[in-house]
């Protein structure tokens, strides 16, 4: 089945005593066994829970692993992921990340003795020269990285990885399995903040983990039922009902942004333009190759300083927030907002700078989204 179809389908037959087609929510905290020994399949929901079950199966499914694993946010979920790992340990990850799992590595695991290197995994090189033998026990990649859109040759590293002993872990945020499935270029873990595309309408927090084999998926339902970070079934139900569509949002949000990223590059006011559906975008044809597409995130560096408050206080359609992937237009700036815990040193060299904003494209009319970020640039001319 294509994948158009399982998101779309997802859930119908979870019921098979009275078929309904959504899924029911099990908003149930234990179940009652009928006798000693007997069991629905279900004790406690944190163990497991029906309406979680078919979200965590469906993103196995979606993802191409052995397993999958819901959390109550993306942290919860990356955390999960990190808790495998033991004091001594060494992991490398992409430098230009996720604030909130640069400052988890940081501030937290680190207090456990873990460590980790920060590189830029589009070099693999890089990664190469980071390896640490016996101590480096994973490598963590972002792809495209986030706000940079810098692309990670998936397979190479894992391949790297997988000679020396080494996990690979990706996190698919950005692309979503509609448009990147790491498991199939040789990545063990991927990891979900699915309050993102997976959910896609700003409503709901979760994560995803997903895991390659039958051994990883164990040690994460190990670490998931002991340490509790589960997705509700309400929201559990939420996440269904926001997959069900991601095929034909991911596909409309990549439209748009292709208009967008075009027509900012034309722009006096704008100096860079990173969208790696752009020809000239340095990691372009590893991500044509690794990927189906390009997906619908863009950062752009404006001339003057000044023209990042006023775009962001003059936007009207797209809203200043942080956050992305959902049906709304969002636009964020990095150094201040998702960006804000790493320090300001560290920023500028990976280039996360004062003049950088990011742009999650939604659903939106592409010509209003135009007109939106015209009217606010005007004025701005360089
Ligand atoms: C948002 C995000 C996270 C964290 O997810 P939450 O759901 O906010 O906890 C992790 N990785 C990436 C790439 C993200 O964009």
């Known amino acids: 089945m294509n994948i158009e179809t399982i998101v779309a389908q997802a859930g119908i037959g979870a019921d098979s005593e009275k078929g309904s087609i959504s899924v029911p929510i099990y908003h149930s905290a234990t179940f009652r066994h009928i006798a000693l020994g007997v069991s629905t399949g279900y004790d406690y929901s944190r163990t497991s829970n029906p309406t979680r079950k078919v979200l965590e199966d469906l993103a196995a499914e979606l993802e191409g692993g052995c397993g999958g694993y819901a959390f109550a946010s993306g942290m919860a979920a990356v955390t999960a992921v990190l808790m495998i790992f033991s004091k001594g340990d060494h992991l490398i990850v992409s430098d230009d990340l996720y604030g909130g799992t640069y400052r988890v590595l940081d501030k937290i695991f680190c207090r456990y003795g873990i460590t980790a290197s920060y590189v830029d995994t589009s070099n693999v090189e890089e990664v190469i020269a980071a390896i640490q033998p016996e101590v480096t026990k994973a490598i963590f990649i972002e792809s495209p990285t986030n706000p940079l859109m810098k692309i990670t040759n998936i397979r190479e590293v894992?391949?790297?990885?997988?000679?020396?002993?080494i996990l690979t872990i990706v996190d698919n945020t950005f692309m979503t399995p509609y448009l990147q499935q790491p498991i199939k270029l040789g990545a063990d873990i991927v990891v979900h903040s699915a309050t993102k595309y997976l959910g896609g309408h700003n409503d709901v927090l979760g994560g995803i983990v997903v895991g390659a084999t039958q051994e990883l998926c164990e040690k994460i339902k190990f670490i998931q039922n002991s340490t509790g970070g589960v997705l509700g079934p309400q929201d559990s139900w939420l996440?269904?009902?926001?997959?069900?569509?991601?095929?034909?949002?991911?596909?409309?949000?990549?439209?748009?942004?292709?208009k967008i990223a075009k027509w900012l590059k034309e722009r006096p006011e704008v100096k860079e333009v990173y969208y790696p559906g752009l020809p000239g975008h340095p990691g372009h044809n590893i991500?044509?190759?690794?990927?189906?597409?390009?997906?619908?995130?863009?950062?752009?560096?404006?001339?003057?300083?000044?023209?990042?408050?006023?775009?962001?206080?003059?936007?009207?359609?797209i809203s200043f927030a942080e956050s992305l992937g959902g049906v709304e237009s969002l636009i964020t700036y990095p150094a201040k907002q998702t960006h804000g815990d790493i320090p300001e040193e560290v920023r500028n060299r990976i280039g996360v700078t004062d003049d950088l904003l990011r742009l999650s494209v939604g659903i939106e009319n592409a010509d209003d989204l135009l007109k939106d970020l015209e009217q606010a640039m005007e004025g701005g001319r360089a």
């Not at 996440?239 to 292709?258: E, H, P, S």
Request: aromatic share 6%.
């Open 158 to 165: 894992a391949s790297v990885a997988k000679s020396r002993g």
């Open 287 to 317: 991500i044509s190759e690794q990927a189906k597409g390009y997906g619908a995130m863009i950062s752009f560096k404006v001339k003057r300083k000044e023209f990042i408050e006023r775009i962001i206080n003059r936007v009207r359609i």
């Open 239 to 258: 996440m269904i009902r926001g997959i069900k569509t991601l095929a034909v949002r991911m596909d409309r949000q990549q439209d748009n942004a292709f």
